[in-house]
C-alpha cells in the first residue's frame, strides 16, 4: 500500500466508524433512553434554596427543598415502611458514594430514570455492581445522567457498605408501583433529568412507544415513594407482549419464565421482571442486545434478545409492566 492508499483506507475506516456509531445512536428509542438536549446557558441566578418545611402526600414528615435535594442524607417519607436503612443507603459516603435510596428510594421502588431493585437476590445485586464497576454494564446511550453516577458509585463503594446495601435491598418487597394504560393518544412530554414529563396541555398519538410519566409530578419532585408512575402503551401491545413472553412467539424470542421462573418473579440469581417499569426493562433489553451490558450472566440474555425489534421490546415491557410484582 502506498501511503496514499493507506491515509485513504484509514480515511474509510474512520467514515465507516463515524457512520456506525452514529447509526446506532439514532437507534436508540428516545422513549427508552430520554437524554436532554443541553440546557442553555443559565442567564438570571438560580433559585436560592428554600428554607420552608414541605410535605408529601400522605406522610407525617417534613424536609426543606434543600433537604429534599440531599445526596448524603436521604428524604425518607415513610420510615414506617421498611426497616432501618442501612448507612450506605441512607446516607452514602462523601465525596462519590451516594446514598442508595436518594435513587432508588428507601422502599428500593426506583424511578423511570434508574432500576427498581427492591427484592432483588442478593448475588444479582453484588454481581450487577461489580459489573458496572469493570466496564461490563453501562448504557448504550453514555448520556443517560443517572447511570453515569451508578458507574461511579460502584468504583468507589466498598465490599463492605456493598454487603450491607444488597442485605437491605433483597429484603425488601417489590410492590405495585406502575400503572399500564392502553391508548392512542398521550399527553405532549419533555425530558427532565432522564425522565419524561407531561407538558400542561396537549396530546399527541402515542407511536410505538410507552410514555412513563408521573402520577403527580409535583409528588415525583419531592421523592414521594408512595406515588408511582403511569406507563402508556399502544393499544394491543400487552396482548402481543404476553404472546412473545409466554411462547417466544415462534422462534423469535425464548419463553422468559424459563429462566425468570413461572411466574416471572425470579428464580435462584435471576432477577423477577413482572411488574418493573418498562422504560428500565427497554433499556436492560436492548443494552443486551448492543452488548452495552455483558455481565458475567448476560450470555443468557443474548439469545432473547437477538432478534427483537424496538416493537416487540415495546409490547414485551408493557405486558410485564402490567403484572402484579
Ligand atoms: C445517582 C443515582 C443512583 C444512586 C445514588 C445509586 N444508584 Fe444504583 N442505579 C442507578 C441507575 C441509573 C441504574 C441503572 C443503570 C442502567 O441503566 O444500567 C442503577 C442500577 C443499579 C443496580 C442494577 C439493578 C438491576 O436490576 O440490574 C443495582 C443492583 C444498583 N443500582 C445498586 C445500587 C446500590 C447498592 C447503591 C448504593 C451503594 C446505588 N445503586 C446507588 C442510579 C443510582
Ligand atoms: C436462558 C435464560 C433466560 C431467558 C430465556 C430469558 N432471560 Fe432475561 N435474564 C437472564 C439472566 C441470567 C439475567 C441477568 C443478566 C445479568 O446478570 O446481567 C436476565 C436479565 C433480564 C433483564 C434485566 C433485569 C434487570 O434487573 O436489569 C430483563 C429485563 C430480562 N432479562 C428480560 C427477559 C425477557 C423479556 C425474556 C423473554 C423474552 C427473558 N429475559 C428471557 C436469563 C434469561
Known amino acids: 500500500m502506498t501511503p496514499t492508499s493507506i491515509r485513504r483506507a484509514i480515511f474509510a475506516v474512520t467514515v465507516l466508524m463515524g457512520t456506525s456509531a452514529a447509526a446506532n445512536a439514532q437507534a436508540l428509542p428516545a ?4 437524554v436532554a438536549a443541553p440546557a442553555p446557558a443559565r442567564t438570571a441566578a438560580p433559585a436560592a434554596p428554600s428554607s420552608a418545611p414541605r410535605q408529601a402526600a400522605g406522610s407525617s414528615q417534613s424536609y426543606t427543598s434543600t433537604q429534599i435535594k440531599d445526596l448524603f442524607n436521604v ?3 415513610f420510615p414506617e415502611d421498611h426497616p432501618k436503612m442501612a448507612d450506605p443507603v441512607g446516607h452514602g459516603r462523601p ?4 446514598a442508595c435510596g436518594y435513587c432508588h428510594l428507601p422502599n428500593g421502588l426506583g424511578r423511570p430514570e434508574n432500576q427498581s431493585i427492591a427484592g432483588l437476590p442478593k448475588e444479582y445485586i453484588l454481581q450487577q455492581v461489580k459489573d458496572f464497576a469493570s466496564g461490563a454494564r453501562h448504557s448504550a446511550e453514555p448520556k443517560m445522567p443517572s447511570c453515569a453516577n451508578m458507574i461511579l458509585i460502584s468504583k468507589a463503594v466498598t465490599p463492605e457498605e456493598m454487603a450491607v446495601s444488597a442485605d437491605y435491598f433483597s429484603k425488601l418487597k417489590l410492590t405495585k408501583w406502575i400503572r399500564v394504560v392502553e391508548t392512542d393518544t398521550v399527553p405532549k412530554t419533555h425530558i427532565t433529568g432522564g425522565m419524561l414529563v407531561t407538558e400542561e396541555s396537549g396530546t399527541e398519538p402515542i407511536g410505538s412507544r410507552v410514555v412513563e410519566v408521573s402520577e403527580n409530578l409535583e409528588q415525583t419532585e419531592l421523592r414521594n415513594s408512595h406515588s ?4 402508556y402503551a399502544p393499544t394491543g401491545s400487552l396482548k402481543a407482549g404476553e404472546a412473545l413472553v409466554k411462547t417466544g412467539g415462534d422462534g423469535k424470542t425464548m419463553a422468559c419464565g424459563m429462566c425468570h421462573g413461572q411466574d416471572l418473579k425470579g428464580m435462584g440469581n435471576i432477577p423477577g421482571i413482572a411488574g418493573r417499569s418498562p422504560s428500565q426493562m427497554a433499556r436492560a433489553l436492548i443494552d443486551f442486545r448492543t452488548g452495552a451490558r455483558n455481565g458475567s450472566q448476560g450470555m443468557m440474555m443474548k439469545m432473547p434478545v437477538a432478534k427483537l425489534t424496538d416493537d416487540d421490546v415495546v409490547a414485551i415491557t408493557a405486558y410485564l409492566g402490567s403484572l402484579e410484582p
Not at 95 to 98: G, I, Q, S
Not at 228 to 231: D, K, P
Open 31 to 34: 422513549w427508552a433512553y430520554p
Open 75 to 77: 428524604p425518607d417519607w
Open 95 to 98: 465525596p462519590a458514594v451516594y
Open 228 to 231: 408511582g408512575f403511569i406507563a
